[in-house]
């Protein structure tokens, strides 16, 4: 039997055991298969006596190793997801090594390193420091705190405390959104507002961004009762940008509080050319910017922002807990869902640090001529047809078929993925059935696009 001094006692040797490990994964990443549909493996049984630490990543190797994907490896292009950057790879080793808990004010180092990197994040995304924010998850729990501001919001119009009464006897809280990702319905369930608040608005014609004449409407409508309004920086299908600026001065004719999704797309304002897709977002309410997307941190890792933390202190503190503290709006223990936080923030800081400004406007940079090459040789195709202008960093397709089936797309996903070359995923644009590939990680390059090509192509029958 192993107990934990006796593995402690070979610290250093287990753990430079683990670096192998990982090191022998990342060397393999490029082959390593990006799909794996093979049968689970049996569940092992919870041992009676330990066998530590060492049998136990031999264990976890022999069972599992083979069936790790290579999805934050280069030829990933299902969900946007970032791989991770070797900053970033060591500032969560070490996050988990310090093993703070953010929320706690005796961990001074903790709230620094958050209060920094959420610092360096407006200064690379170049919003103003009226900004303020925490790190959360994910964008799903980062559009849940903007939103469950943005309820705040609304009830202190119509002269209620939400957070301290409830909505009870309030009209129901109506949102606007145009093309809204499907976290903002399950933030609206969590939060008691419903799903069945969210009104869809018309889009432009032959895109996934909100006609801003018919929010016009859709809120002349209302006759003054004050509203949400969500508006969304980077579609998920195409990476379509809503006129935020346009939504932004709709303001100051009618009362509603405006949040942005700008999960992914927020980051286009690392680069030059994409940053006016971003114009007016400073003067939301609230943003929900995802770091382990473009910023290419481990999961689990957001960050939300508001120009509101009174109201947010308001929804998120903790009472009846003198130990607690007193309600404030400089700790995060009452700014954000969790009472207990990992230091989330330290693998952020690190990559911002060691790449810089101009590191991270490569990866943008880099990810849009990815996205544009294989535009480009879809375009060009006879088998695929492009559904859409390559905006940003996502391409979204069809099968070169008239009417294709949602049979026939994910029969051509099947053998792709099959391939082990690399992962898309299938979508709907429009009524038509759809395929999306979407490109954010560091390490694609325009060789992985054309290896990914080829198996698209040998993929089609």
Known sequence: MTQPAEDDRAAADLLRLTCEEAIHFLAGLSDRPVNNDSAPPARIALPARGVGFRAALASFRDIYGSSLTGSVGPRYFGFVTGGTTIAALAGDWLTSTFDQNAADLTSRAAAHIEASAVAMLRELLRLPDTFSGRFVTGATTSNMVGLAIARQWWGRQLGVDVSERGAHGLPALTVLSGSPHSCIYKALSILGVGRAALRRVATERGRESVDVAALRDALAARGGQPCVVVANAGVVNTADFDDIAAIAALQSQFPFFLHVD???????????????????????????????????????????????????AEVFQNVGAAYLGAPNTDDALH????????????????????????????IVESSCQCASLLGERIADSSVFRLLAPVRMNIVVFTLSSPDP???????????????GQTYLTQTTYGSVQAIRAAFSNWRTTPQDVERAWRAM???VR
């Open 457 to 459: 192509l040998e993929s």
């Open 335 to 362: 700014l954000t869902p969790e009472n207990s936080r990992r230091l989330r923030a330290l693998p952020a800081w690190m990559t911002l640090i060691a790449y810089g400004e101009a590191g991270h406007r490569a």
């Open 405 to 419: 089936t949602a049979d026939d797309v994910a029969s051509f996903l099947t053998r792709l993925r099959d391939s």
């Open 262 to 312: 700008a999960a992914f797309g927020g980051f286009a304002a690392c680069s030059p050319t994409c940053r006016p897709l971003l114009e007016g977002w400073e003067q939301a309410d609230s943003i929900a910017i995802d770091a382990h997307k473009w910023l290419n941190v481990p999961y689990d890792s957001a960050i939300q922002l508001t120009r509101h933390p009174t109201l947010q």
